[in-house]
């Protein structure tokens, strides 16, 4: 080290290390020699000059004395040489500050990583809602019917075609598609009394009808042919107490359709009569 250099000391901002280096790279940069970051090298202090001196205030104006010899300044502390034990400064390196300021963290640079994790949230979120709402489409989806076929039917092949008649050679008549056979005609039976059955006969009398005293004799009479019937007749029997016939009760319809059901209604004309039992049945020809 020549006896002609002063050398400055500071300390590193990143880890408090000493940093030794000459005063004429103050201003400039160098890198720690500790942890190797960038440190900004401070310029020497300059000392002070002295204020001049105001003349004392008085009636007469004094002789101006004489100014001062300029104070010399004083001399910049030498660092003391480094010893054995510490390792030589690192040689100095100019480093432009613009440089260091846009190397240095910029306000607002820690939202970047915040924003970039919500728009991978929201991204997240959007591809489970679509999975979730496919899933339920695919669930609720209705299911084809049994024996439905989910296969395309395969075409049939192409009929070969006919060989070409030659000049002259009347075409063979087309063949005559047969006719479907008519539909069997079901024969209807003879047409007999003995089909018009009756049940459920009992003497009926109304309620309701206030100081009313008819009474009526009911039943069911049923067509059990295909066949129309007219002018269908009933006629029954009225007895007493002891089973004696007092007298007869008679309904008529003019027509009952086949297979139906009449439901018919004569009235007593005998007080004495208990039960009335089935006399005839009789049809107009």
Known sequence: MSAGKTYLKCKCPHCGAEVSYPDYAGGGASSCGQCGKTVLLPR?????????????????????????????????????????????????KRVDPAAIRAVESKPGGGRAPFLR??????????????????????????????????????????AAPAPAAKPGTPSPPAPATPAAPPAPVVPKGPKLIGDLKITQVALDQPKGAKGSRLVYVTGVLKNDSDHQRFGVRVELDLLDVATNKVGTATDYRQMLEPRATWQFRAVVTDRRATAAKLAGVKEDE
Do not use: D
């Open 44 to 92: 020497a202090a300059a000392a002070p000059q002295p204020a001049p001196a105001r003349p004392a205030a008085g009636p007469a104006p004094a002789p101006k004395p004489a100014a001062p010899p300029p104070a010399s300044k004083p001399a910049p502390a030498v660092a003391p040489a480094p010893s054995a034990s510490k390792p030589a400064p690192a040689p100095v």
């Open 117 to 158: 994790v919500c728009l991978w949230t929201l991204n997240i979120a959007i591809v489970l809602a679509v999975v979730v709402v496919l899933g339920n489409h695919l669930k609720n989806r209705p299911k084809p019917a049994e024996g439905e076929k989910n296969e395309a039917p395969i075409p049939s092949a192409p």
